[in-house]
């Protein structure tokens, strides 16, 4: 206690230190706690930036992606163009019998069969055509009877008139304008030196009333031909088929004649002298070589001859298309930057108007 009380400066100085340093020791590891966080940290920043990077680096294909979605878009755009303006010149909207019908209701459609059964008979007269099957050139009577009783189609409804349904009475009316336009086509490929004959009218039935009532002038679509335009999704049409017997530089004529909407699905010729088997006709090569050694026959001549025949023709008029870009595109929701493509697509190839449907129809749910 002496030393203590001699010399107070010296402990004091001591006890000062022994301060200092707990003091700068305690100091030390709580920095040294903070330096191991920060560093901790720092490695955890480092990690996630490598992880950007890495991120970064896995999606640049991202941006090739975008251009190229562009382009892609670009090409669909011209295709679905293409598209349109291939079936719009099948279609013919503003001339088409079903787009632009003449008559709608069923006495209107009804008065329009009448007349067509004497406009056609009087048209098939003055154009050198006869119609019915071939009879005994002696009963003249039964010939002139025959070509004035023929249905052309429609022979059920020659006096007769069921109650149709709106639809039916519209089918029905086209289908009258399609067999019309058909003869017309064929009286502007007559020749006065050579007479044409229609053997047969054939339609499709167009509703459960007029499959009951249209009798022999029914036409089975199995029967129509090896394969119909409508068979894609999305096309409509109607057909008639016609049984003719005339030479065959009329029947060229005659296909020349026939233009869009109105198609020629299908041709079977055969010679009158085979034309109880018009299922199985002549095929005849127009690019084989010539064989000499075979004598030419009235059934084996060449293609370009002028010869009689009998042909059954199917045709097959287009009355709508639907691309079915509503149904693909109103099922689209999410994505609005998908969506703005969408309406992009729709906006450069014309159906904007879809736009506003789906719109529309959003609107009211």
Known sequence: MKFLKKHPLFFSFIIFSISLFVVLFFLKVSENNKNQELIKSIEDESEQILNIKESINALSYVEKDVVSSGDDLKELISR???????????????????????????????????????????????????????????????????QKS??????????????FSDNEVLLLGVQADIIKLIFENLAGSTEANSTVRIMEVRRESV?????RNVG?????INQAGPSL???????????????????????????????????????????????????????????APPDLSTTISPDHVPIVSV????????????TSVDYGLFDMFSKIDGDAD??????AFLEATGNDHIITRINNEKALR
């Open 80 to 146: 679905q163009k293409n598209i349109e303006a291939y079936f719009n010149a099948i279609l013919q909207s503003e001339s088409n019998f079903y787009q632009n019908p003449k008559h709608k209701s069923s006495t209107s459609v009804n008065a329009k069969i009448t007349r067509l059964f004497s406009q056609l008979t009087n048209l098939c007269e003055n154009n050198h055509i006869k119609l019915g099957n071939e009879i005994n050139p002696t009963t003249l009577g039964s010939a002139i009877e025959q």
């Open 338 to 343: 998908f969506r703005k493509h969408c309406e």
């Open 207 to 211: 509703g459960p009333v007029d499959e």
């Open 307 to 318: 010869v009689d025949c009998v042909a059954v023709v199917t045709f097959e008029y287009v």
């Open 229 to 287: 335009m409508r068979e894609c999704d999305g096309l409509n049409s109607l057909v008639i088929q016609l049984q003719i017997k005339c030479k065959t530089n009329v029947m060229r004529k005659f296909i020349n004649n026939c233009k869009p909407p109105l198609l020629i699905n299908c041709i079977n010729v055969s010679t009158p002298s085979s034309s109880n088997t018009i299922n199985a006709p002549t095929i005849l090569d127009p690019f």
């Open 216 to 220: 022999e002038n029914i036409l089975k």
């Open 150 to 163: 023929f249905g052309f189609g429609f022979t059920k409804y020659d006096g007769f008139w069921p109650s």
